[in-house]
Each structure stands twice: as C-alpha cells, then as structure tokens.
C-alpha cells in the first residue's frame, strides 16, 4: 500500500507565504505524478498544481505565478510553495500520486489533508 504523509499548512497573513510537503512510502515501483488539489468549504476538490517524474507540471490558473510545485525523486516527496496567500486560497489541500506498487497497476493515492487558512 502507498502512504502519503503532508506537512507544512497553518495559518497565514495574506500576502504570506507557506511550504506544504508531502512525502510517499511503501512498496512504490514507480511513480507518474504527483500533485495538490484543494477543498474550500462548501465547494469541490480542484487540481492545484501536478508534476511529473520527468519534471513537467501544469498549475490552475488560479494559483499562476504565486505557486511553484516540485518533487525530489529520490526522496519521493513533493513540495508545493505557496507565496502571496490570498484568502481566497484558505481550504484544505491533498496531496496526491498516481503510482504503481510491485505487481501492479498505476493508481491514485490521497494523503490526509492538511488545513490551509489565509486571514485577510
């Protein structure tokens, strides 16, 4: 089974900043991507920011320019930085990965959730 482990969230001033980590363990072959999407109260899940293992990433166009997403490959882990916090980016944010174990198929693992609360 793959486990996703994140760290890093809190509570901010806007116009702050916050690094988010997320490190996977267990019995991963290879790993596809792994990335961030986020929930605020009462609205759905969205992609935050995605990398690849060959290092492409693609960004919501929400979080453009403010946000830059990156993974250390050897450490299975992936870091999302998170600068010039608007309120509006208070939710709660999931690490993900589409990854595949020994003797299987690729699919997608969520972590726990870490809170993310920007106060204007």
């Known amino acids: 089974q793959v486990q996703l482990v994140e760290s890093g969230g809190g509570l901010v001033q806007a116009g702050g900043s916050l690094r988010l980590s997320c490190a996977a363990s267990?019995?991963?072959?290879?790993?596809?991507?792994m990335g961030w999407h986020r929930q605020a109260p009462g609205k759905q899940r969205e992609l935050v920011a995605r990398?690849?293992?060959?290092?492409?990433?693609n960004y919501a166009d929400s979080v453009k320019g403010r946000f830059t997403i990156s993974m250390d490959n050897s450490k299975k882990t992936v870091y999302l930085q998170m600068n010039s916090l608007k309120s509006e980016d208070t939710a709660v944010y999931y690490c993900?990965?589409?990854?595949?174990?020994w003797g299987s198929g690729y699919a997608t693992y969520w972590g726990q959730g870490t809170q993310v609360t920007v106060s204007s």
């Open positions: 993900n990965t589409v990854a595949k174990e």
């Open positions: 267990g019995s991963i072959f290879s790993i596809n991507t």
């Open positions: 990398i690849t293992s060959g290092g492409s990433t």
